[in-house]
C-alpha cells in the first residue's frame, strides 16, 4: 500500500471487505502540486486507476453505478480516489483551441423586446446611463416589459419623453388579473385603453403568475384560459396590441430536485423557483392553459416569451408555430437550450425566421454579447453567462443576415406599430 505524506494532511486507507475507508487528518487533502504525479491511496476495490479490470463494483447491464462512483468500464463502477469536489468547485479548464469570435455589438441595429429596465426609467439620468450601455451593444430600441398601467406608466413615459432619446424606449402596458369575477373586464379593458391612450404600445409582460399563483374573486386558481378574459383578449385585438405572455417556468422546476434534474443548481440557489406538485399547477397543465388560449383566440397575437419553454424541444415548439399562425416567440433567457443544439436551432431559426424577436429579460448589458456570439458565428464550445442555468457550453448557429435581421429587429417592427418605424436598415 502506497500511504503518502504530504504536507500535514495524512490519509490511512484501509482496505475492508469490498469498502473503502479513508481517515483524514485535518481534511480536506490538499491537491498535489501541478506535475507532481498522482499519490495517494489506491482507489479501492477498483485499483490504482487503470481501470481495475474485474475489481470494481460490478453492475448489471441496465443497472446505474452507486452513488460515489462511475462507470470505468462497461458495468463497472470505481470510486475516486481523492475527494470528489462538489459541482460549484468544479471548474475544469478546457485545453480546446479553437477559433473565438467575440462580438461586443450586434451585427445589426436590434430590438430588445423583453427589456426589464425597471427603475432606470424613472429618471433622465437613469435613461441616459441605459443608453449608453445599449449603444455600447448596437441595442437601439428597448421595449420595456415591467407589468406598467396607469400612473406608474404615465411617469415612465413622461421621463423618456424628456430626454434625448424619447425614441429608443417604448412601453408595454400591465394587465391587473387580481379579483378576476363579475365587472373585471370592463374596468380591466377601459384601464387598458386609457394606457394606450397615454402610449403604450402593446400589453406585457403579462407573468408567470397568471396561471401559477393567481386566484380568482371566488378563491379558485384563475386558470390562463379563463373564459372571464375571453373580452381583454379581444380587446388587444381590436386595439392592434400585440401580447407578450410568459407562461410557467422551465419544465425541470416542476421536477423532483434529485441528482438527475439539469436545474438541481439553480433550485437549490433560488427556493422560489421550485413548484412543488402539492402547492402548484404542473408544467403540462400550464402549456396546455396557454396553448388553449392562443387557439381560442385566432386575431389577438401573442409573443411567447422564453420560446414558450420549448426550447429544449423544437420539434414542440414548431407545431406550436404551425398550428397557430398568431403566435410569435422570443428568445429571452433560453441561450442555454439554443446554444447547445447548434444544428437543430439554426435549422428551426431559419424555418421560423418570421416569428421570432430578439429579447433578453434581466438588464444586464455584460450578458447581451453571448447573444450575439450564438446567433452570429460559428464558434465553437465556449462559455455560457450564467453556471446555474446551464453547465454545458455554448455553440453558435451563424445565421444568414436575412434572418439576423428579422430576429433582431424587422419582427417586432412588423408585429408592433407603435414601434418606431422608420430608420432602420433595410
Ligand atoms: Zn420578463
Not at 112 to 123: A, R
Not at 227 to 239: E, K
Not at 337 to 347: L, S
Not at 356 to 363: A, N, R
Amino acid at each position: 500500500m502506497n500511504v503518502s505524506v504530504r504536507g500535514a494532511v495524512m490519509l490511512f486507507v484501509c482496505l475492508t471487505g469490498g469498502g473503502l475507508i479513508a481517515q483524514q487528518t485535518p481534511a480536506p487533502a490538499a491537491p498535489p502540486p501541478a506535475g507532481a504525479p498522482a499519490q495517494g491511496p489506491p482507489p479501492g476495490p477498483g485499483g490504482p486507476g487503470r481501470g481495475g479490470r474485474g475489481r470494481g463494483i460490478q453492475i448489471q447491464e441496465g443497472e446505474e453505478c452507486p452513488p460515489g462512483t462511475t462507470e470505468v468500464r462497461p458495468r463497472t463502477c470505481q470510486a475516486p480516489s481523492m475527494p470528489p469536489p462538489s459541482i460549484v468547485d468544479y471548474r475544469p479548464r478546457s485545453t480546446l483551441v479553437t477559433a473565438e469570435h467575440k462580438v461586443p455589438k450586434a451585427k445589426f441595429p436590434a430590438i430588445d423586446y423583453h427589456g426589464h429596465p425597471g427603475q432606470l426609467l424613472s429618471s433622465a439620468d437613469g435613461v441616459a446611463s441605459m443608453i449608453a450601455s445599449l449603444d455600447s451593444l448596437n441595442v437601439r430600441l428597448i421595449v420595456s416589459a415591467d407589468n406598467m398601467s396607469g400612473e406608474r406608466l404615465q411617469r415612465a413615459l413622461d421621463t423618456v419623453r424628456g430626454t434625448p432619446d424619447k425614441d429608443r424606449v417604448r412601453i408595454l402596458a400591465g394587465i391587473d388579473f387580481r379579483n378576476v369575477g363579475p365587472g373585471w373586464a370592463e374596468k380591466a379593458i377601459q384601464q387598458l385603453e386609457a394606457d394606450v391612450k397615454a402610449g403604450a404600445v402593446g400589453v406585457g409582460e403579462i407573468s408567470k403568475s397568471l396561471g401559477l399563483s393567481i386566484m380568482k374573486a371566488d378563491g379558485t386558481r384563475l386558470k390562463i384560459d379563463d373564459p372571464d378574459l375571453d373580452p381583454i383578449w379581444d380587446a388587444c385585438a381590436r386595439l392592434n396590441l400585440p401580447v407578450f405572455i410568459h407562461t410557467a417556468d422551465p419544465q425541470e422546476f416542476f421536477e423532483p430536485i434529485d441528482y438527475t434534474n439539469e436545474r438541481w443548481l439553480e433550485l437549490s440557489l433560488f427556493a422560489e423557483r421550485r413548484y412543488p406538485a402539492d402547492r402548484f399547477p404542473r408544467f403540462e397543465e400550464l402549456m396546455a392553459e396557454r396553448d388553449r388560449l392562443f387557439k381560442k383566440h385566432p386575431k389577438t397575437r401573442f409573443v411567447a416569451a422564453h420560446m414558450a419553454w420549448y426550447a429544449n424541444d423544437l420539434a414542440r415548439l414548431s407545431k406550436l408555430l404551425d398550428e397557430l399562425p398568431n403566435v410569435s416567440t422570443e428568445v429571452g433567457a433560453v441561450l442555454y437550450d439554443i446554444g447547445r443544439q447548434p444544428r437543430a436551432a439554426r435549422e428551426f431559426f431559419i424555418k421560423y425566421q418570421d416569428r421570432l424577436l430578439f429579447g433578453k429579460d434581466s438588464f444586464q448589458p455584460e450578458e447581451y454579447p453571448y447573444y450575439w456570439r450564438v446567433f452570429e458565428t460559428t464558434d465553437e464550445y465556449f462559455d455560457y453567462y450564467r453556471d446555474y442555468h446551464a453547465f454545458w457550453k455554448l455553440y453558435g448557429i451563424d445565421l444568414p443576415d436575412q434572418v439576423l435581421k428579422k430576429l433582431y429587429y424587422q419582427n417586432a417592427l412588423k408585429l408592433t406599430p407603435g414601434l418606431p418605424q422608420t430608420g432602420w436598415p433595410k
